[in-house]
């Protein structure tokens, strides 16, 4: 079980980030929305992209502390993720966006990612079947 988050991992592509935003599948929990798409494909694969809000977290300092709490958080629940789509072959494109007005500590960033992954689960298998 690897908790890393390689390079791979990260979605940069513009059409597939254009994509997410016109599909606007969504889960939101708190201070957090999760755009995501899902696609059939020939094997598992998530690529995802970190956001904090310009307008909630105007300093720099700020909205990277909260990139780097998101990508932390989402790094250890990656291999839950995996395990449950194994299986599906489904591709899955996310981009977690960060909307709280002040920086939340690393064990709620980590509730709010893991309520928000059992949602996407949910989802994922609801529409396969």
């Known amino acids: ?3 890393s988050l390689k390079k791979k991992d990260r979605l940069k592509s513009k059409k597939t980030i254009g994509e997410l935003f016109e599909g606007r599948q969504t889960i939101k929990k708190g201070s957090f929305i999760l755009y995501y798409n899902v696609k059939k494909g020939d094997k598992n694969s998530i690529k995802i992209s ?3 809000s310009k307008k909630k977290l105007p300093r720099a300092v700020d909205r990277n502390r909260m990139k780097r709490l998101m990508r ?3 790094r250890f629940e990656k291999p839950k993720l995996l395990e449950e789509i194994e299986g599906e072959n489904v591709q899955l494109a996310l981009m977690l966006v960060g909307l709280s007005e002040k920086l939340p500590k690393l064990e709620e960033v980590q ?3 893991k309520l928000i992954l059992s949602r996407l ?3 994922i298998k609801s ?3």
Do not use: N, R
Request: overall charge negative.
């Open 127 to 129: 529409v396969q079947t």
């Open 1 to 3: 079980m690897s908790y």
């Open 72 to 74: 932390e958080a989402f």
């Open 121 to 123: 689960i949910k989802e």
């Open 111 to 113: 509730e709010k990612i």
């Open 50 to 52: 970190f956001s904090a």
